[in-house]
């Protein structure tokens, strides 16, 4: 078995190029924010997106992660392949029953979700989700395909992937903002994840050979129930989708500029988890999947080695952004039609967010545990906990602390769903 520590030696490699990708996004961001500020055209594009982050990201994430517990004991090209041509030809089925769901069904699903929007809001939205749906298809597809590198011990390319689609969008709002208003923003997240595409499928036929590529092409895949695995963690991210239609469409109930507000909080959140959490997590996943699948206690052992330094890392960030966190904002969205009113809400919804990063970075581990000994069902679980938490305790705390109770349900909400991962974890240990 791989030792936890030596993995980790691979980390510091490819956090670097989480540094970068981390600076291009945060660039991003700066100039979303310079050009649409915390606007209601900006808050329909987030509400859209919603439905992106599910079909695309959620459901990508969900193929990288079961393809990695299933083939991790499969680390060859030759073994791999076939694999890979199995899944791929079943996801290209289910993006084709996704895209015309979401296509037909777009203006009701706003509708539904976002009683605060207005029905030219939803008709911009509709068309936004519609466009979206190129980058599903694109999304899903280099999440299998980073699946299968990581397998074989190439990571460098999923990582810089985020870089690519912060360039691509940000580049098209700069050029054509003034022109094409958010559609701008929407083409150039397009052009990235196909950017993407394209350097996952140059690096995969690099790694595996234009002849072993071949030859896989036809040999037969090994039967692993990876859809039906998958099956059930996608059931988790509909509870991670309600989780984010829910708090959106609570603050589509507050005044224009809320549900941005939260979106830029998140961005802000998300920069120590693409600096520590997610490269650590993606080195150590692959070892940690080969620990459970040898033993259980081997995987224990190797899950609570590197446990206190992944906690260890998240508190600084939560310190950090609790001092500064006006300072943080101001520093990277104070421009533009981003005003110094803007800067007080994102600042206050930042820190009561934060507070949850310790228990989403174990949670991630948690997870990943969980799907390692193949309980898919518990990691669901521990999901539709998380939903259940925003929708119970939002109403409450809004109604005694207004938007900043939003926050606190949903930093409650995704801390709910570690500790109910830790207790199925303990209960298949024993």
Request: aromatic share 12%.
């Amino acid at each position: 078995m791989r030792s936890p520590f030596k993995a980790l030696g691979s980390f510091s490699r490819y956090s670097l190029l989480s540094v970068v990708a981390l600076a291009l996004g945060l660039w991003r961001e700066s100039v979303v924010s310079s050009k649409f500020g915390l606007s209601e055209a900006l808050d329909v594009y987030v509400a859209a997106s919603a439905f992106f982050l599910f079909f695309g990201v959620q459901l990508a994430n969900t193929l990288e992660m079961v393809f990695i517990s299933k083939e991790a004991k499969r680390d060859t090209p030759e073994a791999t392949t076939p694999q890979l041509w199995q899944a791929a030809k079943i996801l290209l089925l289910t993006d084709l029953c996704v895209c015309c769901f979401l296509w037909f069904g777009a203006g009701a699903l706003l509708s539904v979700f976002f009683p605060g929007f207005s029905p030219a809001q939803i008709a911009l939205g509709a068309a936004i989700l519609q466009k979206l749906l190129v980058a599903v298809v694109l999304a899903n597809f280099c999440g299998i395909l980073k699946a299968s590198l990581n397998v074989l011990g190439v990571f460098a390319p999923g990582l810089f992937a985020g870089a690519i689609v912060s360039v691509c969008s940000g580049g098209m709002v700069i050029l054509f903002a003034e022109e094409m208003a958010l559609d701008a923003l929407v083409y150039g997240f397009l052009l990235g994840h196909g950017v993407v595409l394209a350097m996952l499928v140059v690096v995969y036929v690099r790694t595996v050979g234009w002849h072993k590529l071949l030859i896989s092409a036809s040999a037969p895949a090994i039967e692993e129930r990876l859809w039906q695995a998958a099956g059930v963690v996608l059931l988790g991210e509909v509870c991670f989708l309600g989780f984010a239609l829910t708090e959106r469409g609570f603050a589509s109930t507050f005044p224009a500029g809320t549900i941005s507000a939260f979106y830029y909080a998140w961005a802000l959140y998300s920069v120590p988890l693409t600096l520590v959490v997610v490269p650590a997590n993606t080195v150590l996943y692959p070892p940690l999947a080969k620990a459970f699948a040898q033993d259980m206690a081997q995987g224990h052992t190797f899950l609570w080695r590197v446990a206190p330094g992944l906690v260890l890392f998240s508190l600084l960030p939560v310190v950090v952004t609790l001092i500064w966190s006006h300072e943080i904002v101001e520093l990277v969205l104070l421009r533009g039609r981003f005003n110094a009113e803007n800067v007080v809400l994102t600042a206050g919804l930042l820190q009561v967010l934060i507070c949850a990063m310790p228990f989403v970075a174990m949670g991630r581990m948690f997870r990943y545990s969980l799907y390692a000994i193949g309980s898919y069902a518990s990691a669901s679980a521990a999901q539709f906990a998380s939903l259940v938490a925003i929708v119970v305790l939002a109403p409450i705390l809004m109604a005694s602390h207004g938007v900043t109770g939003l926050a606190m349900a949903s930093a409650i909400a995704v801390s709910a769903q570690t500790l109910v991962m830790f207790l199925f974890l303990r209960w298949h240990s024993t």
